[in-house]
C-alpha cells in the first residue's frame, strides 16, 4: 500500500494540519503514558493531558470554546480491523511518526458496508496535529517507522463513553457502539461481539 503524507494534496478531502497551537506540553506528557508491547490501549480523557496549557488552548481556539476531553491511543498495529467515525472533527498529535488508515464515510453503502478497497494509508510525522473531518473513516493508527506509536486524540467531550441506553429507531443505530461513535468491523478483527461487520474485502495491513 502506498503511504502519503498528511501534507499531501490527497489528505485534503479527509483532514488537515492543525497550525498555531503549542503541541510541546502535551506531547511530553503524552512521552509518559503506557505503551503496550503487542496490543492497543485507547484512554478517552487524561487528566494530566487536560491539564496542560496545549489543552486549553484547543478547547478556547479550535473547538470553539465547547467542552473537549483529552485522551491517547498508544500500542503496535499494523491492521485496519474496522473503521468509525463521530459527528464532529477528531484531532491527532503524533509523538513518533504513525500512519493512519483512513476513508471517506460517503462511500458507504446503503446497506452500511464499506469496501476496504478505498481505504488510503497517510504518514503523520512526529509532532504534527492533524484534523480528521467528520466524514473521515478512521480507527487505531498505525506503527510508522520504530516500535509503536503514541498518539494524542482530541475529541468534543462525552465521545466513545458508554451508554447509559443504546439508542433503536434508525437504521444507522446498529452501528452505534459507544456515545458518538458508529462503527463497521471487519470479520476478522477481533471486535465487540455487537459490532456490525460490514467491512468487505480484505482487513488492510500496513
Known amino acids: 500500500m502506498v503511504v502519503r503524507s ?21 506531547l511530553k506528557v503524552l512521552s509518559g503514558k503506557p505503551m503496550p508491547a503487542d496490543s492497543v490501549v485507547y484512554v478517552a480523557s487524561d487528566k494530566d493531558l487536560e491539564a496542560t496549557k496545549g489543552a486549553k ?10 467542552p473537549i476531553q ?17 459527528r464532529c472533527s477528531e484531532v491527532n498529535i503524533a509523538l513518533y511518526d504513525s500512519i493512519l488508515l483512513i476513508g471517506d464515510q460517503r462511500d458507504i453503502e446503503d446497506d ?6 478505498k481505504i488510503e494509508a497517510f504518514k503523520v510525522p512526529a509532532g504534527v496535529a492533524v484534523e ?6 478512521h480507527y487505531a493508527p498505525c506503527t510508522g517507522e520504530g516500535n509503536g506509536f503514541r498518539v494524542i486524540v482530541i475529541l468534543p467531550r462525552g465521545t466513545n463513553a458508554d451508554f447509559t441506553a443504546r439508542p433503536e429507531g434508525t437504521p444507522e443505530d446498529k452501528l452505534l457502539m459507544a456515545e458518538n461513535k ?10 465487540d461481539p455487537k459490532a456490525f461487520i460490514g467491512l468487505k474485502g480484505v482487513n488492510v495491513s500496513i
Open 6 to 26: 498528511v501534507t499531501d494534496a490527497a489528505f485534503k478531502k479527509y483532514g488537515k494540519v492543525v497550525e498555531g497551537i503549542d503541541c510541546s506540553d502535551l
Open 57 to 66: 488552548e484547543f478547547e478556547k481556539n479550535f473547538y470553539g470554546g465547547l
Open 70 to 86: 483529552i485522551g491517547y491511543c498508544n500500542g503496535n498495529n499494523k491492521l485496519l480491523n474496522a473503521v468509525e467515525y463521530h
Open 112 to 117: 452500511f458496508t464499506y469496501d476496504t478497497s
Open 132 to 137: 480528521l473531518y467528520a466524514t473521515t473513516l
Open 182 to 191: 458508529w462503527l463497521i468491523a471487519h470479520k476478522d478483527g477481533g471486535q
